[in-house]
């Protein structure tokens, strides 16, 4: 079975600073996919980034990217320029290649202090 | 982007009743939708699979008879909280997958908050 661990709660950043959120899983499988989403108050979950295990380049969106470390199992967010609009819940999930089911770390609750 | 829609988004009712959630793909076809239960700051949970033109497959401890799944076509789930308690309040949340697409993405809906009285 696979395990998604998120060791920090919660944090803080100040606005416009770099945060990074860490992610560790684990898997015996080979071929998967990574995500990082976001919950904000609203509680609709948004799909910020996603990383294929196959690919070694890491994953980036716009002022998030992600250090994909699969020797280590690893897979941490960072978000620059942190903005108001990024307060949220965000969850490291992880899918095989050929399951339909997500599973989800417990979630870091993401402060950012104007 | 893929959009997944839930209705109703907030909805009380008194102990005994009966609630239906709808979740809907609204431009892709979805033959697995997946129901999720949320308590406050915790994650997501898995309640069960839905599965087009078959029976849902329910996660250990998930009492397939007081939460009913039908999935009757390729754009709509239902997820049917029976003889609903004080105890099944919560934040219910769909998710989609897109048939044929091998992404891994799973496409949320907006969330239903069931308030029991």
Same mark, same amino acid.
């Given at each position: 079975a696979q395990t998604v661990t998120q060791s920090q709660p919660e944090m803080s950043v100040q606005e416009a600073e770099t945060v990074t959120l860490s992610c560790t899983y684990d898997t015996s499988e080979n071929n998967y996919y990574l995500f990082w989403y976001k919950q904000p108050p609203s509680r609709q979950m948004i799909l910020v980034i996603r990383q294929e295990a196959y690919k070694q380049q890491n994953a980036t969106e716009n002022r998030f990217s992600v250090n994909f470390q699969k020797a280590a199992k690893s897979f941490s967010l960072k978000i620059s #320029?942190?903005?108001?609009? #990024?307060?949220a819940m965000y969850f490291c999930a992880f899918i095989g290649a050929g399951s339909y089911q997500l599973t989800f770390g417990k979630g870091t609750k993401l402060s950012v202090i104007p | 982007g893929a959009v997944v829609s839930q209705h109703p988004s907030r909805v009380i009712c008194k102990s005994g009743t009966s609630v239906k959630i709808e979740c809907r793909s609204l431009d892709f076809q979805a033959t697995t939708m997946f129901w999720y239960r949320q308590f406050p700051k915790k994650s997501l949970m898995l309640m069960a699979t839905s599965n087009e033109g078959s029976k849902a497959t329910y996660e250990q401890g998930v009492e397939k008879d007081k939460f009913l799944i039908n999935h009757?076509?390729?754009t709509l789930s239902t997820l049917t909280v029976t003889?609903?308690?004080?105890?099944?309040?919560s934040f219910y949340i769909c998710s989609a997958r897109r048939s044929g697409?091998?992404?891994g993405e799973l496409f949320f809906g907006e969330g239903s908050r069931l308030t029991v009285l």
């Open positions: #320029d942190s903005q108001l609009g #990024d307060t | 009757a076509s390729l003889s609903a308690h004080p105890e099944d309040s697409r091998a992404t």
